[in-house]
T-cell receptor
Framework: NAGVMQNPRHLVRRRGQEARLRCSPM?????VYWYRQLPEEGLKFMVY????????ESGMPKERFSAEFPKEGPSILRIQQVVRGDSAAYFC?????????????FGSGTRLTVV | GQQLNQSPQSMFIQEGEDVSMNCTSS?????WLWYKQDPGEGPVLLIA?????ELTSNGRLTAQFGITRKDSFLNISASIPSDVGIYFC???????????FGQGTRLTINP
């Protein structure tokens, strides 16, 4: 009965490289949300996806960031040409029906460090 | 945009004391949630509130959804060492799937 699984837990990238963050939702959940947390701050919404569809990407930076949730496999958050300001914790959450009943369950996050 | 103002930013208390923190906004929300985050982990849901005026308890935790729908508070009674962590309020407007988070309250407990 695994929860939301994110990997890697820690990721170090040099400036200009690509970062790929993966999220496997809870079993039976088809809605995925990505949030970013800068040090000493609260979480900020980035994107909401269902299988094969982006529902709301209003929090995603317009350039270098993309997200997908394919029919098979985990959701991927991709950051191209990373910069120091991308260093943050990235959290994924999932829900069964795309509602906020009981909130939704977060994973343990991926901590991205750009050097 | 929508913003939650959470206070206090940090608290230093003695074990056994009660704790109170709150979140306010100039916007109206339909759902208020309280999360706790331990170092290196994701937020864990503590209490969810869905109706204005609603008062809900979860063990030693009690939270209320303000009657104006613009605020919420969380109380922790008789604090224990494992209560240490960062507490976040979060809220959503009707029909929205995304949460707005407060800046967090960092709780430190002296034994």
């Amino acid at each position: 009965n695994a929860g939301v699984m994110q990997n890697p837990r820690h990721l170090v990238r040099r400036r200009g490289q690509e970062a790929r963050l993966r999220c496997s939702p809870m079993k039976g959940h088809s809605h995925v949300y990505w949030y970013r947390q800068l040090p000493e701050e609260g979480l900020k919404f980035m994107v909401y996806l269902q299988k094969e569809n982006i529902i709301d990407e209003s929090g995603m930076p317009k350039e270098r960031f993309s997200a997908e949730f394919p029919k098979e496999g985990p959701s991927i958050l991709r950051i191209q040409q990373v910069v120091r300001g991308d260093s943050a914790a990235y959290f994924c959450a999932s829900s069964q029906q795309g509602t906020l009943n009981y909130g939704y369950t977060f994973g343990s996050g991926t901590r991205l460090t750009v050097v | 945009g929508q913003q939650l103002n959470q206070s206090p930013q940090s608290m230093f208390i003695q074990e056994g004391e009660d704790v109170s923190m709150n979140c306010t906004s100039s916007s109206i929300f339909n759902t208020w949630l309280w999360y706790k985050q331990d170092p290196g982990e994701g937020p864990v849901l503590l209490i969810a509130l869905y109706k204005a005026g609603e008062l809900t308890s979860n063990g030693r935790l009690t939270a209320q959804f303000g009657i104006t729908r613009k605020d919420s508070f969380l109380n922790i009674s008789a604090s224990i060492p494992s209560d240490v962590g960062i507490y976040f309020c979060a809220a959503a407007i009707q029909g929205a799937q995304k949460l707005v988070f407060g800046q967090g309250t960092r709780l430190t407990i002296n034994p």
